[in-house]
């Protein structure tokens, strides 16, 4: 059974994958904040699920280790980008915004429906998550925009004009307890397409990351992500 600590355990996914996780992986520690950084010798795979300003906690813990990651942290812009890169200059690190296998699925019907349909329809995205979620837009809208060539237009209010051609509308709704969902529009002259995934339980993201932990423990050293673990 692969041997595994918890960064960020006393968080909302934290709590929820020290629950869910047992008997599927040897739990040996928990990390959260103000706690001594000092990894077991035993432990195989580190999961994070914290958020980016714990990050610089979490180099901590590992510096001095090769032990791999595996980390769902939403938000990473240019010094986490670096991090990881560090990180997995000495380990496998495996890192998904999001890490339902659904998503994955989803951002391959984004680039077929994109290539098929070409410059024809215009792109909007809308995402859903709970009340108490900090960022926006989601780590994983982020990404699911990456298969869009358009230039991204965050939200619209007031005299916005016409639609420019080349352009990607996206807007965050922020409520409730949703665990997520993100839902893409294509809209042409006459007909509409829309590809949707809706996470009804946050155990999805617990078993991708369990998934995760036993794929990048016996990896070679670098950085991995859903592509490299599905395809």
């Known amino acids: ?16 994958f020290a629950s869910q996780a047992s008997g599927k992986l040897e739990i040996v520690q ?9 990894l077991n010798s035993s432990v195989e ?7 980016i300003s714990a990050w610089e906690d979490l180099d901590t813990l590992l510096d001095g280790t090769d032990v791999a ?5 939403t938000g990473t812009e240019v010094n986490e980008s670096r991090l990881l890169k560090k990180w997995a200059s000495t380990r496998p690190v495996f ?18 429906a994109t290539d098929m349909l070409g410059d024809s329809f215009d792109h909007e ?24 060539p358009d230039r991204v237009v965050f939200g619209r209010n007031g005299d916005s004009g016409e ?14 307890d ?9 809209l042409g002259d006459g007909e509409r397409l829309t590809i949707s995934h809706i996470a009804t339980d946050r155990k999805i993201f617990v078993a991708g990351a369990v998934r995760a932990a036993v794929f990048i423990k016996k990896k070679p050293v670098g950085l991995y992500g859903m592509e490299d673990m599905l395809e």
């Open 30 to 38: 928990t990390f959260d904040k103000g706690d001594n950084y000092k």
């Open 125 to 148: 995205l809308v995402e859903f998550h709970h009340r108490n979620k900090k960022d926006s837009p989601s780590g994983t809208a982020l990404s699911l925009l990456e298969n869009w």
């Open 45 to 51: 795979v580190v999961i994070d699920f914290s958020q």
């Open 178 to 186: 949703v665990a997520g969902e993100h839902h893409l529009y294509f």
């Open 163 to 176: 639609r420019e051609p080349g352009t990607a509308g996206v807007h965050s709704v922020r409520g409730g």
């Open 95 to 112: 890192y998904s915004s999001n890490m339902s296998i659904g998503i994955y699925v989803l951002g391959k019907l984004m680039k077929v």
């Open 69 to 73: 990651l595996v980390s769902g942290t």
């Open 1 to 16: 059974m692969t041997r595994v600590a918890i960064f960020g355990s006393a968080g909302r996914m934290g709590r929820l």
